[in-house]
């Protein structure tokens, strides 16, 4: 079946323009998971959703970083007026709330350039 | 700040088994071990994971010590294509939590030929 799928695979912007990034998670997971990755590091937590609400948010690293969902499914990370701290790549994962283990599974992400 | 303390890195002939140690002293009772591995340039991609007792699939097996305060993956028989960066994590279960993973650098695995 499909998996998590992320566009652009790449983005290249300019510092002060504005992104959007794309998030189609698995048919069905009503859990959607975004993290950001820079060089060499490990995965930062940035936002969850459940449904169409976010009840943790505490990742976001300023306001000039926002995510909605709709419907239950796509998810979009915008970042405004970007600035080269931002390059990295962006990660989504999506999992089924369920007691006990649920597994997140991840998007090939997004790598984003500001120049 | 992660949980989990892992090696930095590790090197396995191909064809041995690379068995990654996994620190996380810390850990709750309702703490779940997960393992993810993440290949160049790509997402990260789901292993395995465990609460107590030991686990196996297709892919790898998982120990978990008794006292749960370490666990080991291991990769029975590596290829070159299992060199990737291994990430242990230490995630809370339970209905109405936010399920966030909190990632450390993990332990990059290098197969030798």
């Known amino acids: 079946g499909a998996g998590v799928s992320q566009s652009p695979s790449n983005k290249v912007t300019e510092k002060g323009k504005d992104v959007e990034l794309r998030c189609d998670p698995i048919?069905?997971?009503?859990?959607l998971y975004w993290y950001r990755q820079s060089l060499g590091q490990g995965l930062e937590f940035l936002i969850y959703?459940?449904?169409?609400?976010?009840?943790?948010k505490s990742g976001l690293p300023s306001d000039r970083f926002s995510a909605e969902r709709t419907g239950g499914s796509v998810s979009t990370l915008t970042i405004q007026r970007t600035q080269q701290e931002d390059s990295a790549v962006y990660l989504c994962a999506s999992s089924v709330r369920q007691i006990g283990s649920d597994t997140q599974y991840f998007g090939p992400g997004t790598r984003l350039t500001v120049l | 700040d992660a949980k989990t303390t892992q090696p930095t890195s590790m090197d396995c002939a191909e064809g041995r088994a690379a068995n990654l140690p996994c620190n996380h002293s810390?850990?709750?009772?309702?703490?779940?071990v997960y393992w993810y591995r993440q290949i160049h340039s790509q997402g990260p991609q789901y292993i395995i994971h465990g609460l107590k007792n030991n686990e196996t699939n297709e892919m790898a097996s998982l120990i978990i010590t008794e006292d749960r305060k370490s666990s080991t993956l291991i990769l029975p028989h590596a290829t070159l294509r299992d060199t990737a960066v291994y990430y242990c994590?230490?995630?809370?279960?339970?209905?109405?939590?936010?399920?966030?993973?909190?990632w450390g650098l993990g332990t990059s695995l290098g197969v030798n030929p």
């Open positions: 994590i230490v995630r809370v279960s339970g209905a109405g939590n936010n399920r966030k993973l909190i």
């Open positions: 959703f459940q449904g169409n609400s976010a009840p943790d």
């Open positions: 048919s069905g997971h009503t859990a």
């Open positions: 810390t850990i709750s009772g309702n703490e779940y």
